[in-house]
Every structure is written in structure tokens, then in C-alpha cells.
């Protein structure tokens, strides 16, 4: 367990640069991370002489393979990139980008904070090193998150932090440390929120993931449907196969205007960079709306999203 999705990211680029990186040495991801899988990196970056090398995206959002193969070299040592976009909804091809950073001798971390919500996650299946993840997104508590991590991997880097359990022997002389995951889980753990997310998780289990998909992807056609009916709304990520998650703009209004007319209606969506600003600066905005459909939305909301668009235009456009 960790203190969320964040701390999963920054406890590997901490421990494998403590461990693994030298200068030089080169790291892959994406320009459609969130801040928190390109901001441990630059810190390492900082740190240890690192190289940053970044992974372009098709114009429908897809990761470009050709470029991603591209980016390997005798020095890539990790491959950092998101299971889905927290911005466009889509999914990257885990499984084929785990197989050639593993052909390349490199290590995979995914951040899977938006995957795991959206569908089933098999790590054994994917083959990943890492696997990142936070409870707030999977309907559980704030202040908790997972790491998934290969245990031989796990047992080669050093701890993320000290103090009590994750000690073995402490002498005035020397420290030997305890065995992967207690090495990672310095202090007192979050026990109230590891309770609440496993609460969660059962929740979403009885619900049956394949079910929660279905629901979101009817959602999802419904409102992308609708939306590419407006002439005045422009839609990011087209690409086939996306989550509940659609980003988008209006002409002539700004997206924080859209959010907080929509708002007044009793429509939330998220307005700005969203944490990805390389990937505002690849779209070619410097903000976008965003609305999530989740297991508690309806039909209703859809149409509640669209007359809100049709007013807000009338309004701003």
C-alpha cells in the first residue's frame, strides 16, 4: 500500500534511481502522462543525469508504435507510461508495449489509475513490472494507493522511505531491511483506508467489472453520439475503444466558462490542463473540458450534458 497513485510513481523513480540509474541512462513515456508520471522523472532526471525520451501520439490519440519502438536504446532502462489517459479515455496496448520494452531489456510501469476503474486489469496477463494505482478512483477512500510490483524486482531497490516495519535488524552500526512489500511500508499504515478500499473492491466485484463496462460504454456511445452532432463542440481523442471520458471544447468559450455555466445547471465537468500539459500543448489547446460518465450516471445525465452545451453556446458562443 501507498499514500495513493502519486507515491506508487514516486516510490519507483525514487528506488531505481537510488539503484539502477546512471547517467545517461534513458527513460520512455508519453506526451499524454499526468504530471504524476513526468514530474518523478524529471526530479530523477535532476538527480542522477538522466535522459527524458518522449513518445508522440496520433492525432486520434492512439500511441504511435513505430515511434515508441523507436525510442529504445542500449540505455533504456524504463518505460513509464499510462494504461488509459486521464484526459482522452483511451486505453494504450499494455500488453504489446510491455513486450517490447521487455524485448529491449527495459522495465515497465504503468499508471493505471484510470484503467483500473474502467475494466479489468490482469497484471499477470499484461507482464508489466509496475503497476500503479489510487483508491479515490476505484470509489474508495483519499490517502491510499497500490503498487503492483514484479517481487524480483522488488527485491532488487532499495526502500522508498525508513522508520518502523520495514526494518528487519537496526543496530547503532548498520540497518538490514525487511522483505518486499514491508520494505516499502515504512510507519504506521493507512489501516482505515486500506479497509475502505477493500470495501470498495468488493463493491465493484459484486457489481461484476464486465457489467460496470457495459454500462459505461453505452454511456459513453450515447453522449459521443450526441455530441458530434453539435457543430460548435470539438472532441480529442476519436480513436476507437474509449472509456468514459471525453474531452472537449466549445467554440468561442473558454473551457472554464463552460464548466461553471454547466455547473450553475447542475452538470459537472472538469475544466483546464487537467495535469497533462504536454498533452494540451501536442492538442494544440491550453485547456479542455472533460466530462466522466461512472457507474451512478444515467441517460439522463447525457441529456442533461447536452442541453447544458446548447445553452452555454447560446450564451458564450
Keep these: 500500500f501507498t499514500s495513493g497513485g502519486t507515491d506508487s510513481i514516486n516510490l519507483v523513480a525514487y528506488a531505481l534511481g537510488a539503484s539502477e540509474i546512471e547517467e545517461g541512462d534513458e527513460i520512455i513515456l508519453s506526451v499524454m502522462e499526468h504530471h504524476s508520471n513526468i514530474v518523478p522523472w524529471h526530479l530523477l532526471r535532476e538527480r542522477k543525469g538522466a535522459v527524458l525520451k518522449w513518445v508522440d501520439i496520433?492525432?486520434?490519440?492512439?500511441?504511435?508504435?513505430?515511434?515508441?519502438?523507436?525510442?529504445?536504446?542500449?540505455?533504456?532502462?524504463i518505460v513509464a507510461i499510462s494504461a488509459?489517459?486521464?484526459?482522452?479515455?483511451?486505453?494504450?496496448?499494455?500488453?504489446?508495449?510491455?513486450?517490447?520494452?521487455?524485448?529491449?531489456?527495459?522495465?515497465?510501469?504503468?499508471?493505471?489509475c484510470q484503467a483500473a476503474v474502467h475494466g479489468a486489469v490482469d497484471v499477470r496477463d499484461i507482464g508489466c513490472d509496475f503497476f500503479a494505482m489510487t483508491g479515490h478512483k476505484l470509489y474508495g477512500p483519499t490517502g491510499i494507493g497500490v503498487l503492483f510490483g514484479r517481487l524480483d524486482v522488488l527485491k532488487r531497490l532499495p526502500p522508498f522511505r525508513g522508520g518502523g516495519e520495514m526494518i528487519d535488524v537496526v543496530t547503532t552500526d548498520a540497518v538490514t531491511y525487511n522483505d518486499p512489500p514491508h520494505r516499502f511500508e515504512a510507519g504506521t499504515?493507512?489501516?482505515?483506508?486500506?479497509?475502505?478500499?477493500?470495501?470498495?473492491?468488493?463493491?465493484?466485484?459484486?457489481?461484476?467489472?464486465a457489467s460496470i463496462a457495459s454500462h459505461e460504454a453505452r454511456l459513453t456511445a450515447s453522449a459521443l453520439d450526441e455530441l458530434r452532432k453539435l457543430n460548435f463542440v470539438k472532441l480529442y481523442g476519436q480513436a476507437p475503444g474509449k472509456a468514459p471520458i471525453i474531452a472537449f471544447n466549445?467554440?468561442?468559450?473558454?473551457?472554464?466558462?463552460?464548466?461553471?455555466?454547466?455547473?450553475?445547471?447542475?452538470?459537472?465537468?472538469?475544466?483546464?490542463?487537467?495535469?497533462?500539459?504536454?498533452?494540451?500543448?501536442?492538442?494544440?489547446?491550453?485547456?479542455?473540458?472533460?466530462?466522466?460518465?461512472?457507474?451512478?450516471?444515467?441517460?439522463?445525465?447525457?441529456?442533461?450534458?447536452?442541453e447544458g452545451l446548447h445553452k452555454t453556446h447560446k450564451m458564450l458562443g
Design 58 to 77: 496520433s492525432d486520434d490519440g492512439e500511441i504511435d508504435l513505430d515511434a515508441y519502438r523507436a525510442a529504445f536504446s542500449k540505455r533504456t532502462k
Design 250 to 306: 466549445v467554440d468561442g468559450a473558454h473551457p472554464h466558462d463552460v464548466s461553471s455555466i454547466l455547473d450553475r445547471m447542475g452538470v459537472a465537468v472538469r475544466a483546464g490542463h487537467h495535469c497533462a500539459q504536454p498533452l494540451m500543448k501536442r492538442l494544440g489547446v491550453s485547456a479542455t473540458a472533460r466530462a466522466s460518465f461512472a457507474i451512478y450516471n444515467d441517460n439522463d445525465d447525457v441529456e442533461a450534458l447536452i
Design 189 to 209: 499504515p493507512p489501516i482505515l483506508e486500506a479497509i475502505g478500499l477493500g470495501a470498495a473492491l468488493e463493491w465493484m466485484m459484486s457489481k461484476r467489472t
Design 84 to 112: 488509459m489517459s486521464n484526459v482522452l479515455g483511451l486505453a494504450t496496448p499494455a500488453k504489446e508495449l510491455t513486450r517490447i520494452a521487455h524485448e529491449n531489456g527495459a522495465l515497465v510501469l504503468f499508471d493505471g
